[in-house]
């Protein structure tokens, strides 16, 4: 993850590339339930003003922001089709709600596309208190829920953080068989 950007654009066929590969990730029964708001020049600025900052100050340097959501209607409109054979959208049936793990795949895909791109970036979160703002500011559908942003550019930072001592032991994370 990149905090710090230079003011270089990423160029067209990159964010092409990008949003190209963010439409190929799975998605439970094709519901295909994802959106992409992407923000470029005076966007950012309302974005920053309504969504804060909160990748840090250094992180509204970047050119370019994207925001992956997901829609929960898409998928329950999707499984109460009748190749699907439910006849009503009870979301109880999910054991996990797929249509925020599907758009943060989609969001991955953006990640390593990016990294592909020789870019850097860094996703972040919006806080639940600027939804609202962020909603009407950009005219998003109640029906659409931000799992986030992604700052993306060219990094700017002096020298990658090595973050080795901070990650968990893999024998604390992968268990072979049994836990």
């Known amino acids: 993850m990149v905090r710090q950007f230079s003011g ?90 797929f249509w925020h793990i599907d758009t943060g795949m989609a969001a991955l895909l953006i990640l390593l596309t990016v990294v592909d791109e020789g870019l850097g970036a860094l996703y972040f979160g919006i806080v639940p208190e600027a939804v ?14 931000p799992i986030g942003a992604i700052a993306i550019g060219h990094n700017a930072e002096a020298a990658p953080r090595d973050l080795r001592d901070r990650r968990r032991p893999t024998q604390d994370v992968i268990h072979y068989g049994r836990w």
């Not at 963010?22 to 309302?46: I, M, Y």
């Not at 969504?51 to 209607?73: E, F, Y």
């Not at 609202?132 to 829920?145: I, N």
Request: glycine content about 10%; hydrophobic content about 40%; charged content about 30%.
């Open 8 to 97: 270089e654009p990423v160029s067209a066929e990159s964010l092409d590339r990008i949003l190209g590969n963010a439409v190929r990730g799975p998605s439970a029964g094709f519901s295909q339930g994802q959106a992409f708001l992407v923000l470029t020049g005076e966007d950012l600025k309302r974005f920053w003003e309504v969504a804060g900052a909160a990748g840090g100050d250094t992180v509204t340097t970047a050119p370019l922001v994207i925001v992956p959501m997901s829609s929960k209607r898409v998928y329950l409109d999707r499984y109460a089709r009748p190749d699907k054979g439910w006849t009503d959208r009870d979301e109880k049936r999910w054991p996990v709600p």
């Open 132 to 145: 609202g703002a962020f909603r009407e500011a950009f005219g998003v559908p109640e029906d659409h829920e």
